[in-house]
């Protein structure tokens, strides 16, 4: 009988007792808390940096074409299409170039191209042959907050903004400044802003 007791006896110093459990369940609660909360930060930070770069990325298009066709702006071998800058303002510019190099400016070539800032729609917008029966409106870059052109002379004095007409000719470089908006983890708002200077290389040829 004695040695039954002392079975028993063993038996229940091999079990865990109630507070036991309570420790390691509390522990792994811990823990896997811990796990949770740098699987959250992380996913966080995946998603905003992700988003930066996107936001990085869209406005380094909008300057990289605005830039390649800008430097296109008035070229005219022939010295017969009267090739040049129609409309510079804060937000728009538009230009013409002879790219065919045969019959001047045409409504079935990239001739006439416009760059607009959509304030109202917090977009940059460019236009094939604006004012012709060839217009073509495309939206390049969503969630721009901010754009400006400016216009400088070859002395690098401020043309002012808009640029009379009679000042067209005279533009040499203009300054794009281009801010686009992105949204964190958080649903908080950043913005990324780039600047940049293109020299019209056809004009005043």
Do not use: H
């Amino acid at each position: 009988m004695w040695d039954k007791a002392r079975r028993l006896a063993n038996l229940n110093n091999d079990a865990f007792t109630l507070v036991e459990l309570m420790v390691v369940m509390a522990m792994i609660c811990i823990v896997t808390g811990s796990i949770y909360g740098i699987f959250i930060s992380s996913n966080r930070s995946y998603y905003t940096q992700d988003s930066v770069v996107g936001a990085q990325q869209s406005v380094r298009v909008g300057i990289n074409s605005m830039t390649r066709d800008i430097r296109a702006a008035g070229f005219d071998p022939q010295r017969t299409a009267d090739a040049g800058i129609e409309v510079a303002t804060a937000t728009k510019l538009r230009f013409t170039a002879d790219m065919n190099r045969v019959n001047g400016i045409e409504d079935t070539d990239r001739e006439r191209i416009t760059y607009e800032y959509d304030a109202g729609n917090n977009r940059l917008r460019r236009c094939l042959y604006e004012g012709t029966g060839s217009e073509s409106w495309q939206t390049l870059i969503n969630n721009v907050s901010a754009l400006s052109f400016s216009y400088l002379d070859a002395d690098g004095n401020d043309l002012g903004n808009p640029v009379a007409a009679a000042d067209l000719e005279s533009i040499k470089t203009v300054v794009i400044s281009m801010t686009v908006e992105g949204e964190n983890a958080l649903g908080g708002t950043f913005t990324r802003t780039l600047n940049t200077r293109v020299l019209f290389m056809n004009l005043g040829l």
